[in-house]
């Protein structure tokens, strides 16, 4: 392969044994030794560290696809080598601790590899390999990022509980999310931007402006993020790192053409895939990449959009109910509780939104919830973009509603408060613990005739959107995290105006609720993108 690449490059007319590139036919030792320890550190970046990430591939069904399969093939991180407990290794510098570690190995790999490998004059071709192997990763990774804003399900629009928040109870995280939410068109923007950096990339002849799109829209997440203290600084600038990767092989052109301003030939120093085997097994992989991360990505994706957005609730709230409400009446154990702001039982205001979540606002201390909002990306209880970086007593309850009954049957979002909660359980739904599970339903907190009546969660959702995924996460079977519950029966009056709420809280108190609903109006627009179907 070398005297291909030799002879390809003689072809183009190129002498002095400098490539039109700028990079020397004869590498200095320093080059070498440089470039030795780039590919062992670059090939580690590139490579999926999480042994979970290799089970998740082999559990696709590819002919039922989930756009989450697809996602999580893109989506993954470096092999993990050091880490750092605790808030350093969260925010800080240290939080880029595993990128050290795979330099402190690429180090000494790249000089033992020296050592066996002196007498090699240059790594033109394997630099040609790795810069492909730099390009595809960052190419796919930012592509299934992008489809999440161009498709804008990453940031929502505020629901109404949020929207009834007060803007001080909010994280700085979700000020920044909210602030993207309510302008869904940018965030459309972001995702064509990120999309396009992408697509440039699978192409070598636009790999340089690809690279640069791409530092230009993951550098500013990364100090977005930084800033206020969103929690995915590392991954945005893992990006970063490896468009910066691709763009140093472009840069010694540049400064020739545009500081210089001599005469420069665009040349790459590439295999002659003309006269060789790889040629269709080259155009056979880059198109089957392109019709999968490009056309059927896009697709499922589009799904998501439509049916089940991937931070908001997928099954419709009972429509009667959906509105903002004031508390003109609350008992507790039959006792009326007038109203007072400093009152740590009464509840305050409540929202049923056009999905099926109950909100209401109670002067208690709840743990706060800092996640990105996503959690497992099937069931409507895992989705808890409504509860996360919210702090002011805001509580938020997703229900099933057995609608024969007029009951709902709810669950505190917010899975910090949950009895059996461990730190780093229950979170996506590929991974529920077995103590969750229930075997025997006659034994779950809801009654199998409710049950009956409310139906199957997974069949809320139009059949366009279904896939094996979900599927499998549905088919695990009733699950019970211990969280704060809830079973209230609802009376809709006076024509809608009024709803009645009466039933067991989560401390197992009667509690009664009066609520007249409440037009407000806001000086927000209402955004005239709509993620979901909730008709």
């Not at 440039?200 to 790999?207: D, I």
């Not at 977005?224 to 092989?249: C, P």
């Not at 589009?302 to 009446?329: C, E, H, I």
């Amino acid at each position: 392969m070398t005297n291909v690449l030799s002879s390809n490059i003689a072809a183009q007319g190129l002498s002095g044994g400098v490539a039109a590139s700028g990079y020397p036919y004869v590498w200095s030792q320093t080059r070498k030794i440089a470039f030795r320890i780039a590919f062992v550190f670059f090939l580690l970046m590139c490579l999926p560290g999480p042994g979970a990430w290799y089970g998740t591939v082999l559990r696709i069904n590819w002919t039922h696809l989930h756009y989450r399969d697809l996602y999580d093939i893109a989506r993954f991180s470096p092999i993990r080598v050091w880490s750092v407990s605790g808030d350093s290794g969260r925010w800080g510098f240290w939080s880029w601790a595993n990128w050290w570690g795979i330099l402190a190995v690429s180090i000494p790999a790249g000089l033992i590899w020296g050592l066996f490998d002196r007498k090699r004059q240059e790594y033109n071709l394997a630099y040609y390999w790795l810069l492909a192997i730099v390009r595809y990763r960052a190419a796919i990774g930012i592509i299934g990022f992008g489809f999440t804003k161009l498709l804008p399900v990453q940031m929502p629009y505020p629901s109404v509980g949020l929207l009834n928040t007060n803007f001080g109870d909010f994280t700085g995280h979700k000020v920044f999310w909210l602030s993207i939410g309510i302008v869904p068109w940018y965030q459309v923007f972001t995702g064509i931007v990120e999309v396009l950096s992408g697509s440039l990339l699978f192409f070598s002849k636009t790999a340089a402006l690809g690279a640069s799109l791409l530092i230009g829209a993951l550098l500013s997440i990364t100090v977005v993020n930084l800033a206020y203290d969103g929690g995915v600084h590392v991954y945005a600038s893992y990006f970063v790192l490896l468009a910066a990767f691709v763009l140093t092989y472009y840069l010694p052109r540049f400064y020739k053409l545009l500081i210089r301003q001599q005469y420069t030939v665009p040349v790459d120093i590439v295999p002659n895939f003309a006269h060789s085997r790889f040629k269709w097994a080259r155009i056979a992989i880059k198109s089957l990449l392109l019709f999968v991360f490009l056309g059927v990505l896009l697709y499922l994706q589009f799904m998501n959009f439509l049916y089940d957005p991937y931070k908001q609730p997928s099954t419709p709230g009972v429509y009667a109910l959906r509105g903002y409400y004031n508390v003109t009446d609350f008992k507790l154990n039959g006792n009326s509780i007038p109203y007072d702001p400093t009152d740590t039982t009464r509840w305050q205001e409540v929202t049923l939104e056009k999905w099926s979540t109950l909100t209401f606002r109670q002067l208690r201390k709840v743990p706060l919830e800092l996640s990105n909002g996503g959690g497992g990306p099937m069931k409507d209880i895992n989705k808890s973009f409504e509860v996360s970086g919210v702090a002011g007593g805001r509580r938020v309850f997703q229900y099933f509603a057995d609608t024969v009954e007029h009951v709902l049957y709810l669950q505190d979002k917010n899975i910090i408060t949950a009895q059996k909660y461990k730190k780093g359980g229950g979170g996506e739904d590929d991974d529920i613990r077995k103590d969750f599970l229930v075997r025997d339903s006659s034994k779950f907190w809801i009654p199998p005739y409710a049950l009956r009546h409310i139906g199957d969660e997974n069949k809320k959702i139009d059949p366009l959107a279904s896939s094996a995924r979900r599927n499998r996460v549905f088919a695990k079977g009733l699950v019970d995290e211990g969280r704060n519950k809830m079973i209230l029966h609802y009376t809709v009056v006076d024509g809608g105006q009024k709803v009645i709420l009466n039933g067991i809280d989560e401390h197992k108190d009667s509690i009664y609720v009066l609520l007249d609903r409440v037009n407000r109006q806001y000086a927000l627009s209402e955004s005239s993108v709509h993620a979901g179907k909730y008709e």
